[in-house]
T-cell receptor, first 114, second 117 residues
Framework: EAGVTQFPSHSVIEKGQTVTLRCDPISGHDNLYWYRRVMGKEIKFLLHFVKESKQDESGMPNNRFLAERTGGTYSTLKVQPAELEDSGVYFC????????????FGPGTRLTVT | AQSVAQPEDQVNVAEGNPLTVKCTYSVSGNPYLFWYVQYPNRGLQFLLKYITGDNLVKGSYGFEAEFNKSQTSFHLKKPSALVSDSALYFCAVRDPEANTGFQKLVFGTGTRLLVSP
């Protein structure tokens, strides 16, 4: 069974540019999550999809971040325009439906905004 | 709001010795607790979880953790450390009884484990 995949693995962009991150969850997982780790600090929750619906987006930092999950399969996270403080590692995770299931994480996308 | 504390930035242990990585948590209800490990240039890998039942849970690679409700702790342990255990370890909590955000994980800042030969 393939794990969670993320693309790209690294992205370096200039302040003010746009970047789109992609996440492909484990097949059959209804739940999809985005997290971010900034400057070596704790990993922070951004948002949660159940299929194509946003269940919880309380962690999204501001309206420069837009997440979508059309069709309930893969998800994209767009940052527009990027700021220096957006640099960090963006993780995607997925889990089966049900409250006790663990989340499986992808390898992350390292975003550097210069 | 839920929170997790990992008081040690780094833990050093010699190969063959027992290891403990500490974690304490704060939630309003009964917690779901998790440990994840991150090896260099890799994603987070699930190690073990506590949902309910036996306070001692066993996970991958010989790791185990003990849930202690009175001390609000969930320390990760291994009887005999290996050099290959060197990695970054994250403790996380979910509050399944929260009105909102009951699915999200709240992580600690991570503890780097260095096992010397």
């Amino acid at each position: 069974e393939a794990g969670v995949t993320q693309f790209p693995s690294h992205s370096v962009i200039e302040k003010g540019q746009t970047v789109t991150l992609r996440c492909d969850p484990i097949s059959g997982h209804d739940n999809l999550y985005w997290y971010r780790r900034v400057m070596g600090k704790e990993i922070k929750f951004l948002l949660h999809f159940v299929k194509e619906s946003k269940q919880d987006e309380s962690g999204m930092p501001n309206n420069r971040f837009l997440a979508e999950r059309t069709g309930g399969t893969y998800s994209t996270l767009k940052v527009q325009p990027a700021e220096l403080e957006d640099s960090g590692v963006y993780f995607c995770a997925s889990s089966q439906r049900g409250s006790s299931y663990e989340q499986y994480f992808g390898p992350g996308t390292r975003l550097t905004v210069t | 709001a839920q929170s997790v504390a990992q008081p040690e930035d780094q833990v050093n242990v010699a190969e063959g010795n027992p290891l403990t990585v500490k974690c304490t948590y704060s939630v309003s209800g009964n917690p779901y607790l998790f440990w994840y490990v991150q090896y260099p240039n890799r994603g987070l890998q699930f190690l073990l979880k506590y949902i309910t039942g036996d306070n001692l849970v066993k996970g991958s690679y010989g790791f185990e953790a003990e849930f202690n409700k009175s001390q609000t702790s969930f320390h990760l342990k291994k009887p005999s450390a290996l050099v290959s255990d060197s990695a970054l370890y994250f403790c996380a909590v979910r509050d399944p009884e929260a009105n909102t955000g009951f699915q999200k994980l709240v992580f600690g800042t991570g503890t780097r484990l260095l096992v010397s030969p």
